[in-house]
């Protein structure tokens, strides 16, 4: 993710606050576990993806749930643990055998059976809705529609950019910068996107 410099405060702050959501600077979902949430449904899934997003709360002190999203993902394989994944010890069972084709279900050990849980805490109704299985529609668009429609849709539904702003000001994810240039003018931060594992190139 790459990134401009920070806006003036106050103008942050009001941005925010007519984005009606509450920045966090990582404290929150550092004060709790995956342990601490409950599953209230299934947003979606995608077999083929070997993924799944999760609509969860957390129960506080009062009894009040705090919304979350979820999302399990399998990870991708990784090349150099491959000749593993067949040697060390594991349930293999056997589901169909046809001719030269055969099926088997492995139980992996831990090390090569991760899977990836991105939490979102706490989650605004507009995190639920993105992850929520959407219809797609095929539209022809015209410059009035985009002006009128369109664009207004974009600016009500905007999320707030704290996670930016903790970045440059290295209150989070400063381990994971890979390139920074401090140029007032130029400048820019580079950082991994959180959907590759920073394996496989």
Known sequence: AMAEGPQPKRKREEEEEKNGETAT???????????DLRVRRVLRESARDKIVFLHAER????????????????TP????????????????????????YCTFYLSPPPELSEIKATVVYPATEKHIQKYLRQEVHLIRETWEDYKNITLPFIQSQSFSIQWVYNILEKKAEADRIVHENPDPSNGFVLVPDLKWNQNQV
């Open 25 to 35: 600077q990582g404290g929150a979902a550092a004060a709790f576990t995956l342990s």
């Open 59 to 74: 129960i506080g002190l009062s009894g009040e749930g705090t919304d979350a999203v979820v999302i399990l993902e399998k």
């Open 77 to 100: 394989f990784q090349e150099e643990k491959i000749p593993d994944l067949l040697k060390k010890p594991m349930n293999a069972e056997l589901q169909m055998h046809n001719d030269i």
